[in-house]
C-alpha cells in the first residue's frame, strides 16, 4: 500500500484523536454565552453565581427534578450524577427518590413553590437543586453517530425562592463522519459503532455534564 492511500485510510483516526486531546471547557457569563459560536474544540458552560452565596454558606442540598421530566433510566443516571458531584461540595445531600419520598410521606407536591417550602423545612435543608434535562439525543447513520444530553441546573433558597446559581451545558459524544474515499468507509462504520455501541456512553456524559457544570461552585464542606 502507497503513502497517498495509507494517508487516506489512517486520516480519519488522525483527526478523531488530535480532536479529543485538544478538546476544552471554556465558561462563560449565562448572559453572555452564545453556543453557536462555540469553537469545535471548545465545550461551553454558562453559568451564574450570586456574589454573595458563600456568605449564606449552605450545609445541605435538596435534588428535584424539572416538573416535565420522567423517570426514565436515562434521567436518573443524569440525577445520580448530580447528587455525586454536589456530595463533594455540599455536607449533606438529600437526592431525589428520598426527597420524593418523603414528599409523599408529607402528601405534599415538591412540583409547588409552597410546598418545597415546607419540605425544605421538614428535611432541615434550605436549598433545592433543581436538574433540568431539556434535550437528548441519539443520532445514528451508519457512519456518523452522535449522543448528547443538554442540561440546566438551578441551585434556589428554598424559603425565599431566590436563585443563587445556575448553569447550563451540553455534553456530547460522536464520532464517524464523511469519509474521503471508499477506503474510509469502513473506518466511519466502526467508529460509529462505537458510539452507538457502547452502554456506558450516556453514564459518561451524565458524569461530565455534572462535574463541569458545578465545578464554579466552592466547597462548603468543613
Request: proline share 5%; with cysteine; net charge positive.
Amino acid at each position: 500500500m502507497g503513502c497517498p492511500k495509507l494517508f487516506i485510510l489512517l486520516w480519519p483516526l488522525l483527526v478523531f484523536v488530535i480532536s479529543t486531546g485538544c478538546m476544552r471547557t471554556s465558561y462563560t457569563n449565562i448572559k453572555n454565552s452564545n453556543p453557536g459560536t462555540t469553537g469545535l474544540m471548545d465545550r461551553q458552560v454558562s453559568y451564574w453565581i450570586d456574589p454573595r452565596f458563600h456568605e449564606t454558606f449552605p450545609r445541605c442540598v435538596l435534588v428535584l427534578m424539572h416538573p416535565r421530566d420522567d423517570e426514565r433510566d436515562i434521567n436518573n443516571i443524569i440525577l445520580r450524577a448530580f447528587e455525586r458531584y454536589l456530595g463533594e461540595i455540599f455536607e449533606k445531600v438529600i437526592g431525589f427518590r428520598k426527597a420524593k419520598t418523603l414528599s409523599r410521606t408529607l402528601a405534599i407536591d415538591f412540583f409547588n413553590q409552597k410546598d418545597r417550602i415546607l419540605l425544605a423545612k421538614r428535611a432541615e435543608c434550605k436549598f433545592y437543586a433543581e436538574i433540568d434535562i431539556e434535550n437528548i439525543e441519539d443520532q445514528f447513520a451508519l457512519i456518523w453517530a452522535k449522543r448528547s444530553i443538554k442540561l440546566s441546573i438551578k441551585l434556589t433558597q428554598a424559603t425565599t425562592g431566590e436563585i443563587v446559581f445556575k448553569a447550563k451545558h451540553i455534553a456530547q459524544r460522536s464520532n464517524g463522519g464523511l469519509p474521503l474515499s471508499a477506503i474510509g468507509v469502513p473506518i466511519s462504520i466502526t467508529q460509529a459503532a462505537m458510539v452507538r455501541g457502547d452502554p456506558e456512553t450516556f453514564h459518561s456524559l451524565a458524569d461530565d455534564a455534572a462535574r463541569r457544570m458545578l465545578l464554579p461552585l466552592p466547597s462548603f464542606k468543613n
